[in-house]
């Protein structure tokens, strides 16, 4: 694909670095085109090393080639990290006054800004107008992450990692359109990752779910406007998505706990963690050793069925209104594949939409793909392709959105 990156003049270009070589090392044919205020900040050669291309600010360069409308024009995707408060409303504007507002005005591809500016710019109604008309345009318009600023300032405005915006992009050009805005003014809870259960101080049962679907449909429904709290279990290693309150859990205990009170007053709960479904009857308070005072056996409890409970919530009428959303790792058996197990989950949950996933080697845990079904309580059924854990989570929500209408 033929990839556009253009780069704001903002303390956060840095970090366009790693989004070039991110776009390269995935076989893509990228062009860099920086602001002049961008240069100040990261030399040209720096991003033509990266890009394999040459890097040019003015539309005089090669004006034989016309580059300020070919580049546009042949691009499949145009992404600009960072998109600084001047260049957003340039580009709102209609400007053509450099390369890079000359090729948005160009393009006709998807095109995702990712924002990065202090948290009174963002804030500011100039920027938020400008940001309303951007994304009624077609662009996408991310949230920018909140977190250290320039000197001691923190807040809203930071640049999402660049891992993030890569996803973000990603995702663009599996789905060709932009991420909607379908979820603004919404609430929805989302569990993430696998919970731990201790046997003792070194040791838990636990599962190998990274966390990884759970943080994409958080990061997504984020993106499309939603307040989003994410309650996570273990995710070791991930960054946490921009825009999202997070709160950490360990056991299904906590989790259930944490669920319990963020879900009073959400429009929508997504349950993707992978909850134990046992844990031991006794914790040692001291490591289990080696010898004669080793257990035969460990001794089982069931813990709480979080999703069961959430249903049996609304039923009662605690959480009026509240869509639930379960998600189910399965594996085929003697009694039955796949999806014989799914369907008799979902009547056994009663959850809105139950979204399962044949696990095993390679397959739904610790990997960056996913595929599966999405049941409906009534009795609809959707095959989602395989694809990244992004594209299945946008297609999650995209069926959440009748459900919340």
């Keep these: 694909m033929r990839i556009v990156v253009g780069v704001g003049g903002g303390i956060a270009a840095y970090k366009a670095c790693s989004l070039v070589r991110k776009f390269t090392e995935t076989g893509h044919d990228v062009r860099v085109i920086p602001t002049e205020s961008a240069l100040q900040f990261v030399g040209r050669a720096t991003f033509e090393a990266l890009s394999g291309n040459p890097v040019h600010t003015d539309v005089f360069t090669d004006v034989p080639e016309v580059p300020h409308v070919r580049l546009g024009q042949e691009a499949d995707l145009v992404v600009i990290a960072p998109a600084t408060a001047d260049l957003m409303a340039r580009a709102a504007m209609g400007r053509a006054d450099d390369l890079l507002t000359a090729t948005l005005l160009t393009a006709r591809c998807p095109v995702l800004f990712a924002p990065a500016m202090h948290t009174e710019m963002w804030e500011h109604p100039a920027t938020a107008a400008n940001v309303r008309t951007l994304r009624a345009r077609g662009a996408t318009v991310i949230e920018p992450a909140s977190g250290r600023l320039t000197g001691a300032d923190t807040g809203a405005g930071r640049l999402p990692e660049p891992e993030e915006i890569f996803g973000l992009a990603s995702l663009l050009l599996e789905r060709a359109d932009a991420i909607p805005r379908d979820l603004e003014g919404r609430r929805v809870v989302v569990s993430a990752g696998g919970t731990r259960e201790p046997m003792d101080p070194v040791r838990f049962l636990g599962n190998r779910s990274s966390g990884k679907q759970g943080y994409a449909v958080a990061r997504l429904a984020a993106q499309r406007g939603?307040?989003?709290?994410?309650?996570?279990?273990n995710t070791v290693g991930l960054e946490p998505p921009a825009a999202v309150e997070l709160v950490r859990v360990t056991t299904a205990e906590q989790l259930g706990v944490a669920v319990d009170k963020h879900a009073v007053g959400a429009d929508a709960v997504i349950m993707?963690?992978?909850?134990?479904?046992?844990?031991?009857?006794?914790?040692?308070?001291?490591?289990?050793?080696?010898?004669?005072?080793?257990?035969?056996?460990?001794?089982?409890?069931?813990?709480?069925?979080?999703?069961?409970?959430?249903?049996?919530?609304?039923?009662?009428?605690?959480?009026?209104?509240?869509?639930?959303?379960?998600?189910?790792?399965?594996?085929?058996d003697e009694h039955g594949?796949?999806?014989?197990?799914?369907r008799a989950k979902l009547k056994r949950k009663g959850c809105d939409l139950l979204v399962v996933n044949a696990v095993g080697e390679g397959r739904a845990f610790e990997v960056d793909h996913n595929d599966g079904w999405l049941l409906g309580a009534d009795g609809t059924e959707q095959a989602l392709d395989h694809g990244s854990k992004a594209l299945l989570a946008s297609r999650v929500l995209d069926a959440l959105g009748p459900l919340l209408r």
Excluded: C, M, W, Y
């Design 337 to 342: 594949d796949v999806l014989t197990h799914a």
């Design 272 to 332: 993707a963690a992978a909850v134990a479904d046992f844990r031991p009857v006794h914790v040692a308070a001291a490591k289990i050793k080696k010898g004669s005072g080793e257990p035969q056996s460990i001794e089982l409890t069931k813990n709480r069925d979080i999703l069961a409970g959430l249903v049996q919530a609304r039923h009662d009428g605690k959480l009026p209104g509240t869509a639930i959303v379960g998600f189910a790792a399965e594996t085929g």
């Design 226 to 233: 939603a307040q989003v709290t994410l309650i996570a279990g």
